[in-house]
């Protein structure tokens, strides 16, 4: 099974992406924190993502589109994948298209729908495990204690990108380059749409039911 989530910047894509991979029997993976791993490790590819990423651009397609396929085809994951956050551009859409082509495609695009005063709520709120990268919210879905994971104990913290001034480009950027890809998979029939701005659960179940149908 081959499922994109598509949606903007805090639409919930990560927070759905897990389970919904687990109920599928397949990994999920995330291109901005893929990013994020290689700045944690230093690397000179997370040095130049997080000279874009800071600022709330894109990271150039070359470098993108060559790190998620060398993701995507690793033996491991061979038996498929939920993208959260890839495709973002009409180029990374073709990349991806021309690689999988042969293996029948993707199979469902979820596109999750939030209006913008409520990613900016969402962005603006957000705490996220340096540990296991569970996203968390300050009102929404806050942790037991305070700046602590429910789930490893690991550190909360807020990121570089999630300062209201990055955050208004970033939903900027969505709207110019991703858009016109959402809509290149809604004139083809992978696409379902569902409403972001319902619990999670709710979120979560509409998703699933948005696969299997
Ligand atoms: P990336 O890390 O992918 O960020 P993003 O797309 O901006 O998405 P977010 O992680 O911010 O949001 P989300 O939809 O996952 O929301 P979440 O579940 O956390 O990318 C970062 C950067 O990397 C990009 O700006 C770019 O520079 C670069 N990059 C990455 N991919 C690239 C690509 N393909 N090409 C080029 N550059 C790329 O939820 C958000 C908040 O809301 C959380 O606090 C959560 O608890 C809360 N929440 C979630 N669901 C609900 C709900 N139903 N109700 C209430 N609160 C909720
Ligand atoms: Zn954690």
């Known amino acids: 099974m081959r499922v994109i989530l598509m949606g903007p910047p805090g639409s919930g894509k990560g927070t759905q992406a897990t ?6 029997g397949v990994d999920a993976v995330s291109s901005g924190e893929l990013f994020r791993d290689h700045q944690r490790r230093d690397t000179e590819l997370g040095r130049l993502a997080r000279s874009y990423m ?5 990271v150039p397609d070359g470098v993108t589109i060559k790190m998620v396929m060398e993701w995507i085809n690793d033996p491991v994951h061979s038996a498929g994948f939920v993208l959260d956050g890839f495709p973002r551009t009409h180029a990374q859409a073709e990349a991806l298209d021309a690689e999988i082509k042969s293996l029948g495609g993707v199979d469902r ?9 409520e990613l900016i709520r969402r962005l ?14 300050l009102l929404f879905s ?20 999630d300062k ?23 004139r083809s029939s992978i696409l379902r749409e569902v409403d972001g701005e319902q619990a999670v659960e709710d979120v979560g179940k ?3 039911a948005a696969i299997s149908g």
């Open 109 to 117: 695009v979820v596109f999750i729908k939030v209006s913008e005063d």
């Open 142 to 161: 806050p942790p037991a204690t305070k700046g602590m994971c429910d789930k490893c104990e690991g550190e909360l913290y807020q990121r570089d990108d």
């Open 206 to 208: 509409a998703m699933n």
């Open 124 to 137: 603006t709120g957000r705490l996220i495990c340096r540990n296991c990268q569970t996203p968390y919210h």
């Open 54 to 58: 800071d600022q709330g651009v894109y």
């Open 164 to 186: 209201a001034d990055v955050v208004t480009t970033r939903i900027q950027i969505y709207n110019q380059e991703t858009e016109p890809v959402v809509d290149y998979y809604r």
């Open 19 to 24: 389970s919904i991979a687990d109920d599928l």
